[in-house]
């Protein structure tokens, strides 16, 4: 049999998501069962999961958070002949809760999948109703008042009889996935892997110390047939689990307060009395996000009021990254880009998302860009940013493009920016900005930056 993944949307994770090991398991369980595209509907929701129904040359339906199995039981008693697999996150997990336990006791022919990395990857690291109470989470204290369910074991006191846990780097997953397949009922199998773009950070684990902890939760390769497991050691005082209102109240009394909102003093000159538009085009890992920061604290700075917009993709570790900021002389009520004075270029990933920008400005427009990148065809004025000779990392040429933006005028000026950059960074980042700034507006400074 040949792949059924799609040629033409390659694979597009983080880099080391184990999202890519389990898709590239489900393509060999559909191969091994002899299944074609037509005979398959993959069904998905929001998240990283979410990506699934993309990938594959089959039929698919992507729906709203949570709800991937009403949709697929509606196909399923429609098409009765179709092989249904649902695709969803632990976030999904969650949020479709209800769902599940339906699917359990209904018992009809559909596979559910459930992406198991213990938060929500795409919306910033907050957990999920899997993630452990001793993890840091971006949702403060509020996993250490809840026990972490077990979806195999709630999914077989609901009536489910194929449930298991496997690790997405198991070398038989493939085979995993065909036998929850050819199960001749519902069957959830859930699969443990690891988020390096928002869990792995605050929450060091290597594969193998995820499978052993996965293992001493009961999982493994049986699969349960609706029975019953012992409770793991560390959850068996759930008895005598704290009221959850006094247990957050507690919690909350000695948790550090949330640092306080940056205030920008108004104390420049501004550089221009109309509505300007400026949108910044990189990658994953320039810090473009800060960037546009950067530059709204220092047009705020100077009386202005300013909006702030980023794009990227789910998938934080690669990809486009994009910020648009608006500066005006009154409170702006449309923060959308109709023809942007500036446009900002440092990654090409950027660039190639928004071509048409590139078609549609004129010469009232600037364009700063690095001689690496290779820019559509265009009207605007383009000015080349070398970086003042400096051998500058992928994360500060943001900052050389801000030296350059200082140059022409617009928006900013040299002590905007470095009261700017003062305000949103502290100790070495600071410093090295500082210096960039300070080499590429006086090139008679020594060129190297540590």
């Not at 632990?90 to 559909?110: F, K, Q």
């Amino acid at each position: 049999m040949n792949t059924v993944l799609n040629s033409n949307r390659p694979l597009f994770f983080c880099p080391g998501c184990s999202h890519e090991r389990v898709v590239h398991g489900v393509d060999r369980a559909i191969q091994s069962l002899g299944l074609q595209g037509h005979q398959v509907a993959i069904v998905s929701d929001i998240g990283c999961s979410g990506l699934f129904d993309t990938f594959f040359n089959t039929h698919a339906l992507h729906g709203l958070h949570g709800r991937a199995l009403t949709y697929a039981t509606g196909l399923k008693m429609v098409h009765p002949e179709i092989t249904v697999l649902v695709i969803m996150g632990d976030g999904g997990l969650g949020i479709g809760g209800a769902h599940v336990l339906a699917s359990c006791r209904r018992n009809l022919d559909i596979t559910l999948l459930v992406l198991n990395n213990f938060n929500y990857g795409m919306t910033g690291g907050q957990c999920s109703t899997t993630t452990p109470a001793s993890d840091q989470t971006a949702s403060n204290f509020l996993n250490k008042l809840e026990v972490p369910i077990d979806i195999c074991r709630v999914a077989a006191a609901a009536g489910a009889l194929f449930t298991e846990k496997v690790m997405a780097t198991d070398g038989a997953l493939a085979e995993t996935i065909s036998r929850s397949i050819e199960f001749p009922g519902f069957a959830l199998l859930d699969i443990w892997g690891i988020c390096p773009g928002r869990h792995l950070k605050k929450n060091p684990i290597t594969a193998g110390q995820l499978e052993k902890k996965m293992r001493t939760s009961g999982g493994g390769h049986s699969v349960s047939i609706g029975q019953d497991r012992d409770l793991p050691a560390e959850e068996m005082e759930v008895s005598v689990r704290e009221e959850y209102g006094e247990h957050y109240r507690r919690l909350a009394a000695v948790t550090k307060e949330p640092q306080p909102l940056i205030e920008i003093e108004s104390k420049f000159s501004p550089l221009t009395h109309e509505r300007t538009e400026v949108v910044i085009l990189g990658s994953a890992g320039q810090f473009i996000n800060t960037i546009g920061e950067i530059l709204s604290i220092g047009a705020m700075s100077s009386g202005r009021w300013v909006s702030q917009k980023n794009d990227y993709p789910i998938t934080v570790l690669r990809g486009h990254s994009i910020s648009e900021v608006v500066v005006d002389i009154k409170p702006i009520t449309y923060t959308g880009i109709n023809k942007p004075a500036v446009i900002i270029c440092v990654g090409q990933e950027g660039v190639d998302r928004r071509r048409k920008m590139f078609a549609e400005a004129d010469a009232d427009t600037v364009i700063i860009a690095f001689p690496d990148l290779t820019l559509p065809v265009t009207g605007a004025r383009v000015i080349m940013c070398d970086g003042g000779n400096l051998k500058l990392k992928k994360g500060q040429r943001g900052i050389a493009a801000l030296a350059v933006l200082v140059q022409t005028g617009l928006i900013l000026d040299c002590d905007m920016l470095n009261n700017a950059i003062k305000t949103r960074y502290s100790g070495m980042m600071a410093d090295v900005s500082l210096e960039v700034v300070a080499t590429i507006l006086t090139p008679s400074l020594p060129p190297e930056i540590s």
